[in-house]
């Protein structure tokens, strides 16, 4: 399968090797298209309906609460299609592509009424969004930890 590299990265005079990360397809989608992939990705929490989200075929998610990396398309929207159902509204702060990564910072509203920020990390290829890292802000953590733990997981939502 084609790669992209970036380049390498030099800290205090240490350089690291690049990030290699395979291209489904030998292609790079143009970083319009990964703005839209992800912004759909964050609507889909809203319209609970991921069905039109373009993960690639080797989308790993890494769960927020157990930190458990899911694989698959099955596996990532077993977990987020029952977190979405407790997701009332969504608004799209900002997303930022610089393939192969690329993040975004959004706002949910749960169906109770909390407002949580998330920022997400991602890795791309050629087919959309191979890796998804969500990191809820930590103030909300510290000042709603069992709120953010039942929206997460159902359990007493």
């Known amino acids: 399968m084609p790669t992209t590299q970036t380049p390498a990265v030099k800290d205090a005079g240490d350089t690291y090797p ?25 609507r ?3 319209t609970h309906d991921f069905s039109k989200v373009q993960f690639s ?8 609460i157990n930190r458990l990396a899911l694989k ?12 979405s159902s407790r ?9 930022n592509v610089d393939f192969p990564t690329a993040s975004g910072l959004w706002q949910i509203t749960t169906t109770k009424g909390a407002q949580y920020t998330v920022h ?15 990191i809820i802000d930590p103030l ?17 939502y």
């Open 72 to 83: 698959g398309r099955d596996e990532v929207e077993s977990f987020i299609g029952p977190v």
């Open 87 to 95: 997701v009332l509204a969504v608004r799209v702060l900002n997303t």
């Open 18 to 42: 690049p990030l290699t990360v395979p291209v489904a397809n030998g292609k790079q989608l143009d970083k319009e298209t990964y703005r839209k992939i992800i912004e759909s990705y964050f």
């Open 44 to 46: 889909a929490f809203e």
């Open 120 to 134: 997400n990390f991602f890795r791309l290829d050629g087919e959309g969004l191979r890796y998804i890292w969500p």
């Open 57 to 64: 075929s080797e989308v790993e998610f890494l769960a927020p």
């Open 140 to 156: 909300v953590v510290i000042n709603d930890p069992l709120g953010v733990v039942r929206w997460l997981t159902g359990n007493g």
